[in-house]
């Protein structure tokens, strides 16, 4: 991620096991603000059809002791990484062909005594995760072939 740097090692983001079509889990490691230490997630994400215009996505923080796998961690040294929670849910629904409204609620405890005027410059990352669905949306050709809305699985790309 942008954010990161390029650094995929020290900063990784990726799906460590994709379980089904619905359910997948993900680790990532985040750069923070000084003086903050890296901030490391493990997540898990389902989502499901709820009817023919709409989706919902939801992730919750886990722990991947839970999940039977060897998560291959951050490159950074244990003292400078602390395990934060993510909890997000995001809905989509087709308001009209090629025009989609999405809904976004999302928490995260990043650990630890920040002060507000510190934790409040993360705000700025959580509202771009808005801007970041858009931009992959847009520069995706598929969503511009019509669908069959008899399928549940929706089409992605690597």
């Given at each position: 991620m942008e954010q990161n740097g390029d650094d995929e090692n020290a900063f990784p983001s990726r799906c460590e096991s994709l379980i089904n079509n619905h359910h997948h889990l993900l680790y990532a490691c985040r750069r923070m603000?000084?003086?903050?230490?890296?901030?490391?997630?493990?997540?898990?994400?389902?989502?499901?059809?709820?009817?023919?215009?709409?989706?919902?996505?939801?992730?919750?923080?886990?722990?991947?002791?839970?999940?039977?796998?060897?998560?291959?961690?951050?490159?950074?040294?244990?003292?400078?990484?602390?395990r934060a929670e993510y909890q997000g849910c995001y809905l989509f629904e087709r308001v009209a062909r090629n025009k989609t409204f999405m809904s976004y609620v999302a928490k995260v405890d990043v650990r630890g005594?920040?002060?507000?005027?510190?934790?409040?410059?993360?705000?700025?990352?959580?509202?771009?995760?808005?801007?970041?669905?858009?931009?992959?949306?847009?520069?995706?050709s598929f969503l511009r072939r019509e669908q069959d809305d008899s399928t549940d699985t929706p089409r992605s790309h690597k």
């Open positions: 603000p000084f003086p903050l230490v890296a901030r490391d997630f493990f997540s898990r994400g389902i989502w499901k059809k709820l009817d023919p215009n709409k989706f919902v996505l939801v992730y919750n923080y886990d722990d991947e002791k839970n999940s039977g796998l060897e998560i291959k961690k951050t490159t950074l040294n244990k003292s400078k990484v602390v005594m920040i002060p507000s005027a510190l934790a409040n410059t993360g705000l700025k990352g959580v509202v771009g995760t808005v801007d970041r669905a858009v931009e992959y949306f847009e520069d995706q």
